[in-house]
């Protein structure tokens, strides 16, 4: 008997083992867990303390702890840039761009997981295909359909884009996971009478949660990383999203790694903030479609 | 819509409405942002250029240039090895260790939260962030990790500038970057099998390694396709890290050049190198897209097919 | 494009929060450029010309280095680019000019391409009719970085010749100074690095000889000057492979090396990194004692007017206006960088000796003759000289691939 049924840690700890091994073999597992942990962490150390350095320090003592805290990094960083305009900007185009893929890639996805019908192959072989090769090399005839459709230095043309990007994975992701769901439920709703939205909605996608979540941190972290699009679609430094804002920024002092580090790091704080405080949140929404 | 009206409609056409109004949305913005601009695009690669404007018309001359004559050939050929060696490379040691963590992450050992947490940090990171600290720590001279093979006596190599230890290096800080993603999608797959399958095993006296390979392998079928497929087109796709942690050209001696890079540097040019043609680049963005697209759909239909319902 | 009309229809009623850049003022012109750290003195420069100029205001555009090409293009195509473009020189300049991007440029609407030697005008011109398209704004000059403290310290005097180079190498290594801090880490400095070590052995004629078919790459000359280069790897850092442009410089500016072969662009970069630091630049090593000793030299671009621009007239005026002295000396003394404009007082004494360094240049050879057709010149040099300074390349093979690949697109090598 392992603890691997319960969801409480304290209840699993009281319960005997059936083999003598298995405390030390959790041991070893739990040795390698947080061996990993430091793998992780490390690196990220790393750079928040880069942050506070000067540049030479970062060359002549790279383990080293920074000689103090040393703000003027960031207050250059802060006082240079349109620092909370900028992640204004990339919070609601990341917001608005994730929602709008989470919406419309699992109503296609749906369709093809759940419904038999002429061609549905072939439909996700036509959203599939938007993976295959990177955006970046259509980036002048999307300018121009974008500059045809005066969506050209706008919230909704990045919005649009970041979506039409996002789609092909997530409707890949979604149709994966519905395609799994028992069909036992959707048969029973149905002969109760429902109709296929309420299937839909009440009785399919609330399963299908961890994927959402997948989907959801699996585009938010590009699009919110991504200075690419932003740099040629967006020319206002009302609209700059974060990491362009950055990018622009940090291109003045090239050779300052100090600088650098701290615009990386104040680049990654929000993103890194929002996904701890919302782990818990995450992990639930994760494990929602465990079968206990 | 009136009751009449809804009798006399046929479920076939209302299902197919529905059906429609699903589809409808995705494959609007899609068609409109990525299909249109991409074939318009990938028509270029039929012309040879003047400049950076199309001018004759010149059928295959493009792809018989980057397929089958020097020195392109071998460009193309050395990049799409280093594609293949990524996308391997990514499948053993990225997907392995995830699906090792997200076993002993099932387990639910106490922390199993907290390493969770840990386990994805990274992978909310840009990658322009993982260049720089990987390129730090790798650094030839001042980096922690010849620093700690310092302490063994070990005179670490120049990690990204030595061709045999460069491709390795940038691959091992994709892993440490998106690891975290694998682990969560098989975790997720892991956790809708059920409990008393995986304790009835155990009180039949199945260890680990056997519970893990004949009972939660074959379960997990969907989400090692899903895992499967997205890191073969993200291996296919690989750009940014080699771009920012070698740069445009592949450097050291082309040994971290992959597709997309020398595409973009064939389409775009290089300040420091090179000049931009366009005709040539679509030509190798129409190979890519035939070849990843042909895999894509092999690998799919063999995935599925050993994929069972739960 | 009846699906982006489609698609307008249904987007403009919602989601469409358009924001319109203002084209009100006719006399607003824009300035693109990829010098994202020299904005402050672009700014100021602009500021100067605004109070000569009331009615033209200049807007200063910095887009990165990597993504600067793709910028322009996108721009270009659509229309949208700014009106005076930053461009680079050569080939560069010439993809632009073939697409009929660029405004021709006359000494009618911009009298100030006369202060400007015919080899500059040369390097802005279309090859095919050297018309000019844009005002020059920089020499770049390859030599040799000294770190004066440091020769000072170890009683050492800077090399002139090859075998003294080799000589004071050894000195320097002897009391645990690296000699050269030059690695191979980054692949645009590596060619640069080729470019100082071999331009003295290489002389001045062979560009020439070169330009013309008249020799290529599979000279013996050019072979012989490559294995120089083999030499160097005693004298370089540990684990030199891996040492980028970065690291070079850290080295060389803390003083852990004693010199460093790179470019005048990054005198004024070097003083800001370290303001107590003692340095020259000098000529590279001569082939030997008696030997004319060769810098070698670039131009790195210049300043040309949109052909779609709306504000022609005014964007001549400003490009005309950075072809002047007054620009010139400006810019020269803010930046630190060479302006080959007739007239402009150099008064730094650094950047007085790179100038003097000029006169006897010899071209920069890959990027003035061989970056017209795919591949470059640059590009197979630069993926090959890592792998013959790692011992898994022969200099003929190198002078063999680069010969080969250029030939492709350069009609004066094929068949050699």
Redesign the interface.
């Known amino acids: 008997m392992t603890d691997i049924t319960s969801t409480s840690p304290a209840q699993s700890s009281s319960r005997p083992s059936t083999y003598k091994g298995e405390g030390l073999k959790n041991g070893a597992i739990q040795a390698l867990l947080w061996l990993n942990a430091v793998i992780m962490l490390y690196p990220l150390f790393v750079m928040v303390m880069s942050s506070f350095k000067s540049n030479a320090e970062i060359f002549s003592s790279p383990l080293a702890l920074p000689q103090g805290l040393n703000f003027a990094n960031l207050e250059k960083v802060w006082s240079e840039t349109n620092f909370l305009q900028y992640m204004g900007n990339s919070l609601l185009v990341t917001t608005a761009s994730v929602a709008l893929i989470l919406v419309v890639s699992t109503m296609a996805a749906y369709a093809i997981a759940r419904y038999e019908f002429r061609h549905s192959g072939l439909w996700l072989m036509f959203f599939l295909s938007g993976m295959t090769v990177p955006l970046k090399l259509a980036i002048i005839p999307l300018f121009l359909q974008l500059n045809a459709l005066n969506l050209l230095n706008t919230y909704a043309g990045l919005i649009l884009v970041y979506t039409a990007m996002g789609i092909p994975s997530a409707v890949f992701i979604m149709t994966g996971f519905l395609r799994a769901l028992p069909k036992e439920l959707e048969e029973s709703a149905r002969i109760d009478g429902a109709n296929e939205l309420v299937i839909m909605w009440q009785v399919m996608l609330p399963l299908a949660r961890p994927a959402m979540v997948i989907v959801a941190i699996q585009n938010a972290v590009p699009i919110w990383n991504d200075f690419f699009f932003p740099l040629i679609l967006i020319t206002s430094d009302s609209l700059k999203t974060l990491p362009q804002g950055l990018t622009v920024f940090m291109g003045e002092f090239v050779t300052d790694w100090g600088v650098l580090f701290t615009g990386l790091t104040l680049a990654a704080l929000p993103i890194t903030l929002l996904y701890i405080l919302l782990s818990r949140q995450f992990i639930a929404g994760l494990t929602q479609g465990a079968i206990k | 819509m009136t009751a009449e009206r809804r009798r006399n409609s046929s479920p076939l056409s209302r299902r197919s409405l529905w059906i429609a109004f699903l589809l409808a949305p995705a494959a609007v913005i899609m068609m409109t942002f990525v299909v249109w601009p991409l074939m318009s695009a990938l028509q270029l690669s039929f012309f040879r250029f003047e400049g950076l404007t199309p001018g004759d018309f010149v059928w295959f001359e493009n792809f018989n240039k980057v397929l089958f004559q020097s020195p392109f050939r071998e460009a193309t050929y050395n990049a799409l090895w280093h594609n293949i060696v990524v996308f391997f490379a990514l499948m053993v040691l990225e997907n392995g260790l995830a699906l090792l963590i997200a076993y002993a992450l099932l387990k639910e050992l106490p922390g199993h939260r907290v390493h969770q947490v840990i386990v994805f940090l990274p992978v909310v990171l840009s990658a322009v962030i993982v260049a720089f600290l990987w390129k730090l720590l790798l650094h030839p001279l001042f980096g922690v990790v010849n620093a700690a093979l310092g302490l063994f006596g070990i005179m670490g190599p120049a990690w990204l500038g030595s061709e045999p230890t460069a491709l390795g290096s940038i691959v091992f800080a994709n892993v440490w970057h998106w690891m975290g993603f694998p682990t969560l999608v098989l975790l997720a797959g892991m956790q809708r099998i059920s409990r008393e399958v995986l304790e009835a095993a155990r009180l039949d006296g199945a260890g680990d390694w056997t519970i893990l390979t004949k009972i939660v392998w074959p379960l997990i079928a969907p989400s090692v396709t899903i895992v499967t497929v997205l890191t073969f087109i993200g291996s296919f796709n690989w750009f940014e890290l080699p771009l920012m942690m070698a740069d445009m050209e592949g450097s050291p001696g082309r040994s971290t050049d992959v597709l997309a890079l020398y595409f973009y540097r064939t389409a775009f040019g290089s300040v420091t190198s090179g000049i931009q043609d366009f005709g040539q680049g679509s030509a190798l963005a129409v190979l890519m897209f035939l070849f990843v697209g042909a895999v894509t759909v092999v690998a799919l239909k063999y995935l599925r097919s050993r994929e069972i319902e739960i | 494009?009846t699906?982006?009309k489609l698609?307008?229809t249904?987007?403009?009623g919602g989601?469409?929060?358009?924001?319109?850049?203002n084209a009100a003022l006719a006399a607003d012109i824009t300035f693109w450029t990829?010098r994202?750290?020299d904005?402050a003195a672009y700014e100021q420069f602009f500021a100067a010309f605004t109070a000569e100029n009331p009615d033209i205001n200049v807007k200063f555009?910095?887009?990165?280095?990597?993504?600067?090409?793709?910028?322009v293009?996108?721009g270009?195509?659509?229309g949208?680019a700014a009106d005076v473009i930053h461009t680079?020189a050569y080939?560069?300049l010439?993809?632009?000019?073939?697409?009929?991007?660029l405004e021709p440029l006359d000494q009618a609407a911009v009298p100030s391409l006369a202060n400007f030697t015919p080899d500059a005008i040369e390097a802005l011109s279309f090859r095919e009719n050297h018309q000019v398209y844009a005002v020059p704004f920089a020499t770049m000059t390859l030599g040799l970085f000294i770190n004066k403290d440091v020769f000072e310290k170890a009683g050492l005097t800077p090399p002139t010749t090859w075998e003294e180079f080799k000589t004071v190498s050894e000195a320097l290594k002897a009391q645990g100074i690296i000699p050269l801090a030059n690695?191979?880490?980054?692949?645009?400095f590596n060619?640069m690095f080729v470019s100082v070590f071999t331009g003295p052995f290489l002389g001045s004629d062979f560009g020439a000889e070169l330009s013309t078919g008249a020799t290529t790459y599979k000279d013996p000359r050019y072979a012989a000057a490559l294995s120089k280069l083999l030499e160097l790897r005693d004298y370089m850092?540990?684990?030199?492979?891996?040492?980028?442009y970065?690291?070079a410089?850290?080295?060389f500016l803390?003083g852990r090396a004693a010199m460093l072969a790179g470019g005048s662009f990054d005198i004024a970069?070097y003083r800001k990194?370290n303001p107590a630091i003692n340095m020259d630049f000098i000529a590279p090593p001569a082939a030997s004692a008696g030997d004319a000793s060769h810098a070698s030299k670039f131009y790195d671009g210049g300043y040309a007017v949109n052909a779609a621009s709306p504000n022609k007239e005014a964007a001549e005026r400003l490009v005309n206006w950075m072809g002047t002295a007054e620009f010139g000396n400006m810019f020269s003394n803010t930046l630190g960088n060479i302006s080959p404009i007739n007239g402009v007082e150099i008064t730094d004494p650094i950047l007085h000796h790179v100038a003097e360094l000029n006169q006897t240049a010899v071209p920069h050879l890959n990027v003035v003759y061989f970056?017209?057709?795919?591949?470059?010149g640059?590009?197979?040099l630069?993926?090959?000289i890592?792998?013959m300074m790692?011992g898994?390349m022969t200099p003929e093979q190198v002078g063999v691939?680069m010969t080969?690949?250029i030939a492709?697109w350069f009609a004066p090598f094929q068949g050699k």
């Open positions: 494009m699906i982006a698609v307008r249904v987007l403009l989601i469409t929060a358009g924001l319109v850049t990829w994202q750290e904005k555009e910095a887009l990165p280095d990597d993504t600067y090409p793709t910028m293009s996108t270009l195509a659509a949208k680079h080939g560069w010439d993809q632009f000019v073939r697409s009929g991007y690695g191979l880490g980054t692949s645009w060619e850092p540990p684990n030199y492979a891996g040492v980028d970065d690291t410089g850290q080295l803390s970069n990194l970056r017209f057709g795919k591949p470059t640059s590009e197979i630069q993926a090959n890592t792998k790692a898994d691939e080969n690949g492709t």
